[in-house]
């Protein structure tokens, strides 16, 4: 039974590497089909914008004529300049309980990095913030989402006996929403609102709440920069997300604080939970997924959020009041029952203590790894060691 791997080239290829997870998790209950037609743009370099500044690659493994796991190598050189490193990302990892299996395909990731010059090797990671990443590493007794990853235990295992180690981790809680808006929050709303001549948007129409998305994801630029890996997106990028999600949005769900010049300084997006029904249409819209994720998307107790933030020079003024006094108020309305929060790194206090007026309860921890090249690691320690030498004669 010889083992291979390939890169794969063609469209047929590409659509063996995408419905594999499909075959791998038949049998888990937990996992969630990723949305075909978004994974195949993601994939495609004349369909992604971060092609303009990334590099990718996929591989799968085959045994005996049968994919047996797959993976993805980028090189997001925007991230390589901003965090002044030479890192190659993997993502899309999937495979068999093999190590043979998993060892060749990672093998195959460092092999490239060392022939691209690269120093070390960390994920998973797609080519941007936007894409799913962080393996699971606690959690794996709740369902997925399509905005996540999920993945068997058995993964991290096999990374770590590889020499892969923890380089940070997402946390996720889950939320109950109160019976009623705690009043001292709705006091503290108004508050602020006064004090820093902020207000909630409240969109009329979808064209209005898309002429504010493009100043939504500048915030979130401004927000996300200090944090772990992040790059800003590009103005294709933003375009591209806009016309992805703007016809699933519900306005009650989506909370933009404007200032006085009209700027958003501040975002909650949170919208129905769409696992199950991603499940039941196999993460295809054709020809009956269409059916599941509208009915989803009308009927729902439990949400997902996919982004909150606040821009910094509106940090710790307490604006979060005003982002859950509004959304908190439309939950009520529209009967959610709980809240799962998006993941947020674990030394983010910031985005933490947006959450302070709730009690969260754990949920799941994700987690990147990182691998170091031989002649990293000997160059770290000849710095070290030269440092001590200085010190020493000083």
Known sequence: MTLTIREVKTKRELKAFISFPEKLYKNNP??????????????????????????????????????????????????????????????????IDDFEV????????????????????????????MDREGMLVEGFEHMGSFTTLYNFPYYMEHLERMGYEKDADWHQRIFDVPESVPEKLKQYSRII??????????????????????????????????????????????NVYINQFISMINFDLVCLVLNEEEKVVAFAVTMPSL????????????????????????????????????????????LNA??????????????????????????????????????????KTRRCYIKRSASAIDTAASTITGTLSAKQVS
Not at 36 to 63: H, S
Not at 102 to 129: N, Q, R
Not at 287 to 309: C, Q, R, S, W
């Open 275 to 318: 696992s199950a029904a991603l499940r039941k249409a196999k993460g295809r819209l054709f020809p009956f997924g269409f059916y599941h994720i509208l009915k989803a998307l009308k009927n729902f107790e439990t949400v997902d959020m996919l982004m909150i933030g606040i821009v910094p020079e509106y940090q710790n003024k307490g």
């Open 102 to 129: 998993s060892s060749a395909l990672m093998g195959k990731v460092e092999e490239l990095a060392s022939e691209k010059g690269l120093t070390a090797i960390h994920g998973p990671f797609g080519f941007t913030d």
């Open 30 to 95: 937990n996992w969630v089909h990723a949305l075909w037609i978004d994974e195949y743009d993601t994939l495609l370099k004349d369909k992604n914008p971060a092609f303009e500044f990334c590099d990718a690659w996929y591989f799968v493994a085959e045994r005996d004529g049968k994919v047996v796991g797959r993976v993805a190598a980028i090189i997001n050189n925007n991230a390589n300049r901003d965090w002044n490193e030479r890192n190659m990302r993997f993502g899309w990892l999937d495979f």
């Open 193 to 238: 609102r006064q004090k820093y001549g902020v207000r909630v948007l409240i969109p009329e129409s979808r064209k209005q709440l898309k002429g504010y998305a493009t100043g939504l994801f500048q915030a979130l630029n401004k927000a996300f920069v200090p944090l772990y890996g992040f790059t800003p997106i590009s103005d294709k990028q933003i």
């Open 322 to 363: 005003v982002i859950f006094d509004h959304i908190n108020t439309n939950f009520l309305k529209l009967g959610v029952k709980r809240v799962i929060a998006n993941p947020q790194l674990e030394t983010n206090r910031a985005v933490q203590s947006i959450f302070d007026y709730y009690e969260g309860h754990p949920y």
